[in-house]
């Protein structure tokens, strides 16, 4: 590890004495683009995308081999979440309020004609269970509607608004899988501890139990094999690592193990709809890589490789016949753009490059790297250096764990690595233990571990710098989001002399109102996060939660402190960072609060990311820049909203 790193740092050494590093303004890196997500009609003659109208992502549509769009949604208030092709004629699209997650289903038309709420239900959440791609005018929807905490599943006519319920959530289901006739055959199931997998013949028949496993074990369904007689799964089950699986839906018995890794966890099994073939598998390493069932789909994929040479190459949509496709390419330093590939005539045709205004040779390589934990755990992450260095030595870094906290960070564009390493900044991410995709052991060991292990994982990345020479021990950051705030947050209280200042965007202060103030439909899984996270009601768990819990510590916090914070936060309440500022002025520590009353769980309006990250800019060009080695803390002072 020690070579690869070195060699690396040579190679921008290299190439640092002859280029000088543009510096790039904070919306080139956060302002919507042009166009982007862009998909195919089912006929295949249209291509839509997302592109701004009055500052608000709204979907347009253009025919392959016209030059006019028809904007078909006004959204003015806030950005189109996702949405897809129902029809040649219709799109599907889901958004929320303010970032309240308390998403709707909207039908809006091609022809901008029409754009209607599909479900204009108070304080409910939708979310889609199947496509329905064979029934041009109905969808598989599901809706916490007649109880918060679960989901039921509708099926709905677009075209009337019609809707029956055709699957009841007796308080347990916490998933619903279809066949490929579009009927619900098989649900998983949680009491918070257990899970289990239920399947039947048919739609009318009930439900029969086939697994049951302590929720750390899952076999998870991915779809039915298309004659819809057998389940195809991503299950550990006997097994450390993640296999694909192929599962009898009679006995729950594993009847093949078609793909498994050694190193990590696979899950991402693809089929083509047409043909019915299983076609690839993703596989997230370091970077993300392929396996192939499918020859057909591997020959496609090499061709298109080998043209798009240097980017990581994504096939995301194609048309119902399946010789139209959309492929999108993307690097460590580009967004990437959307091509157009028509397999019939091998044509493959840009469409849109995603962010033109930023040249990929001014921006820098993200590294993977690895290092060892004082307990002798294996943790991998990416290092990003900034280009206007002579040699990484000494330089002022920003941590930055991700949140979660069980999730990953990947190789690839990260608009906010990006825009640190521009202004001269280190980054280094890691894949904390508990991070997903290692394993199941590696998974286990983050339980109970919030402020303790998973805290000291972060904090071995910075000694790994320090002690490479990399990280300027006096001029050492942290900043994160959800998870990642609230480990900001315990860095700076647990470990008050490691970092020079830190920024804490909408995290987890207060472990007590943290597990209080979960969402409705969080509950079913609130045992298991007891074991997860700790539990309030059990005197031990009890006093670890307290003694980890960085709002009981704030008097040990030493560094300036920068807050950020969505007023409608579902997951991480807003009383989570008013809590840390309260505590802070108690002490006379004036800490920076910026909170925006009309987004959520992050800033999705585009002129708030502008107002954060400019913010962040001054707020560490202050800290970490101007600040001499042994000058006195400047406590920073507040943002007016």
């Given at each position: 590890?020690?070579?690869?790193?070195?060699?690396?740092?040579?190679?921008?050494?290299?190439?640092?004495?002859?280029?000088?590093?543009?510096?790039?303004?904070?919306?080139?890196?956060?302002?919507?683009?042009?166009?982007?997500?862009?998909?195919?009609?089912?006929?295949?003659?249209?291509?839509?995308?997302?592109?701004?109208?009055?500052?608000?992502?709204?979907?347009?549509?253009?025919?392959?081999?016209?030059?006019?769009?028809?904007?078909?949604?006004?959204?003015?208030?806030?950005?189109?979440?996702?949405?897809?092709?129902?029809?040649?004629?219709?799109?599907?699209?889901?958004?929320?309020?303010?970032?309240?997650?308390?998403?709707?289903?909207?039908?809006?038309?091609?022809?901008?004609?029409?754009?209607?709420?599909?479900?204009?239900?108070?304080?409910?959440?939708?979310?889609?269970?199947?496509?329905?791609?064979?029934?041009?005018?109905?969808?598989?929807?599901?809706?916490?509607?007649?109880?918060?905490?679960?989901?039921?599943?509708?099926?709905?006519?677009?075209?009337?608004?019609?809707?029956?319920?055709?699957?009841?959530?007796?308080?347990?289901?916490?998933g619903w899988i279809t066949d490929h006739n579009g009927q619900i055959r098989a649900a998983t199931t949680t009491d918070g501890v257990q899970t289990g997998l239920m399947v039947r013949e048919k739609e009318s028949d009930p439900f029969t139990t086939i697994i049951t496993t302590d929720f750390r074990e899952s076999a998870n369904p991915l779809f039915f094999t298309f004659d819809n007689k057998?389940?195809?799964?991503?299950?550990?089950?006997?097994?450390?690592?993640?296999?694909?699986?192929?599962?009898?839906?009679?006995?729950?018995?594993?009847?093949?193990?078609?793909?498994?890794?050694?190193?990590?966890?696979?899950?991402?099994?693809?089929?083509?709809?047409?043909?019915?073939?299983?076609?690839?598998?993703?596989?997230?390493?370091?970077?993300?890589?392929?396996?192939?069932?499918?020859?057909?789909?591997?020959?496609?994929?090499?061709?298109?490789?080998?043209?798009?040479?240097g980017y990581r190459v994504a096939i995301t949509n194609s048309n119902k016949n399946e010789d139209k496709f959309l492929v999108r390419t993307y690097s460590d330093r580009s967004l990437g753009a959307y091509y157009f590939y028509d397999k019939t005539t091998d044509k493959l045709t840009k469409l849109h490059e995603l962010s033109p205004w930023i040249n990929e040779s001014d921006m820098c390589?993200?590294?993977?790297?690895?290092?060892?934990?004082?307990?002798?755990?294996?943790?991998?992450?990416?290092?990003?250096?900034?280009?206007?260095?002579?040699?990484?030595?000494?330089?002022?870094?920003?941590?930055?764990?991700?949140?979660?906290?069980?999730?990953?960070?990947?190789?690839?564009?990260?608009?906010?690595?990006?825009?640190?390493?521009?202004?001269?900044?280190?980054?280094?991410?890691?894949?904390?233990?508990?991070?997903?995709?290692?394993?199941?052991?590696?998974?286990?060991?983050?339980?109970?571990?919030?402020?303790?292990?998973?805290?000291?994982?972060?904090?071995?990345?910075?000694?790994?710098?320090?002690?490479?020479?990399?990280?300027?021990?006096?001029?050492?950051?942290?900043?994160?989001?959800?998870?990642?705030?609230?480990?900001?947050?315990?860095?700076?209280?647990?470990?008050?002399?490691?970092?020079?200042?830190?920024?804490?965007?909408?995290?987890v202060s207060n472990l007590f109102s943290f597990m209080k103030t979960i969402p409705p439909y969080w509950k079913p899984y609130l045992e298991m996060m007891y074991t997860m996270v700790g539990n309030p009601n059990d005197p031990k768990d009890s006093v670890m939660m307290h003694k980890y819990s960085p709002v009981f510590h704030v008097d040990k916090i030493k560094c300036p402190l920068f807050?950020?914070?969505?007023?409608?936060?579902?997951?991480?309440?807003?009383?989570?960072?008013?809590?840390?500022?309260?505590?802070?002025?108690?002490?006379?520590?004036?800490?920076?609060?910026?909170?925006?009353?009309?987004?959520?769980?992050?800033?999705?309006?585009?002129?708030?990311?502008?107002?954060?990250?400019?913010?962040?800019?001054?707020?560490?060009?202050?800290?970490?820049?101007?600040?001499?080695?042994?000058?006195?803390?400047?406590?920073?002072?507040?943002?007016?909203?």
């Amino acid at each position: 590890m020690f070579k690869k790193l070195i060699g690396f740092s040579c190679l921008l050494i290299m190439s640092n004495t002859l280029v000088a590093q543009k510096t790039y303004p904070v919306k080139d890196f956060f302002k919507n683009a042009e166009k982007t997500r862009f998909q195919i009609s089912p006929d295949g003659d249209q291509l839509s995308y997302l592109a701004p109208w009055n500052n608000r992502m709204n979907i347009h549509v253009v025919p392959i081999n016209g030059t006019t769009p028809v904007r078909v949604t006004s959204l003015t208030d806030r950005d189109i979440n996702g949405y897809f092709w129902k029809n040649n004629t219709s799109i599907i699209y889901v958004r929320d309020f303010g970032g309240d997650e308390n998403f709707h289903l909207f039908l809006a038309s091609t022809d901008g004609k029409t754009e209607k709420d599909l479900t204009p239900f108070k304080d409910v959440r939708v979310s889609i269970t199947d496509q329905l791609e064979d029934f041009p005018n109905e969808v598989l929807i599901e809706m916490n509607k007649e109880n918060p905490e679960v989901f039921d599943v509708y099926r709905m006519n677009i075209t009337t608004g019609d809707m029956k319920l055709v699957a009841k959530n007796p308080g347990n289901i916490s998933g619903w899988i279809t066949d490929h006739n579009g009927q619900i055959r098989a649900a998983t199931t949680t009491d918070g501890v257990q899970t289990g997998l239920m399947v039947r013949e048919k739609e009318s028949d009930p439900f029969t139990t086939i697994i049951t496993t302590d929720f750390r074990e899952s076999a998870n369904p991915l779809f039915f094999t298309f004659d819809n007689k057998q389940l195809y799964a991503a299950s550990n089950i006997g097994r450390d690592k993640q296999a694909i699986v192929l599962l009898d839906i009679k006995t729950g018995k594993e009847v093949e193990t078609l793909f498994e890794d050694e190193e990590v966890d696979v899950s991402d099994l693809s089929y083509s709809r047409k043909r019915k073939v299983l076609t690839s598998i993703g596989i997230e390493k370091d970077k993300y890589e392929y396996a192939f069932f499918d020859k057909q789909t591997e020959i496609m994929h090499i061709r298109l490789a080998e043209e798009l040479i240097g980017y990581r190459v994504a096939i995301t949509n194609s048309n119902k016949n399946e010789d139209k496709f959309l492929v999108r390419t993307y690097s460590d330093r580009s967004l990437g753009a959307y091509y157009f590939y028509d397999k019939t005539t091998d044509k493959l045709t840009k469409l849109h490059e995603l962010s033109p205004w930023i040249n990929e040779s001014d921006m820098c390589y993200m590294q993977p790297i690895s290092y060892e934990t004082k307990d002798g755990k294996t943790i991998h992450g990416y290092l990003t250096l900034p280009q206007n260095v002579k040699e990484a030595k000494n330089l002022p870094v920003v941590i930055n764990p991700h949140g979660g906290p069980w999730a990953r960070d990947s190789w690839g564009w990260n608009p906010e690595v990006q825009f640190l390493a521009n202004r001269g900044y280190a980054v280094l991410q890691m894949n904390f233990r508990g991070s997903t995709g290692y394993g199941k052991a590696f998974w286990e060991s983050s339980f109970k571990q919030w402020g303790q292990d998973m805290q000291r994982d972060i904090s071995d990345g910075v000694n790994w710098l320090t002690n490479q020479g990399i990280a300027d021990p006096k001029r050492v950051a942290i900043y994160g989001a959800s998870y990642g705030g609230y480990a900001t947050l315990a860095g700076i209280a647990f470990t008050p002399d490691t970092y020079t200042c830190a920024i804490d965007y909408v995290g987890v202060s207060n472990l007590f109102s943290f597990m209080k103030t979960i969402p409705p439909y969080w509950k079913p899984y609130l045992e298991m996060m007891y074991t997860m996270v700790g539990n309030p009601n059990d005197p031990k768990d009890s006093v670890m939660m307290h003694k980890y819990s960085p709002v009981f510590h704030v008097d040990k916090i030493k560094c300036p402190l920068f807050i950020a914070q969505g007023a409608k936060d579902p997951r991480v309440n807003k009383d989570e960072s008013d809590q840390v500022v309260a505590a802070l002025k108690k002490n006379n520590i004036i800490v920076q609060y910026m909170v925006k009353d009309n987004e959520g769980h992050g800033f999705r309006n585009e002129e708030n990311r502008f107002e954060f990250y400019e913010a962040m800019e001054t707020f560490l060009k202050t800290h970490m820049i101007d600040k001499k080695a042994n000058a006195p803390i400047i406590r920073a002072t507040p943002i007016k909203n």
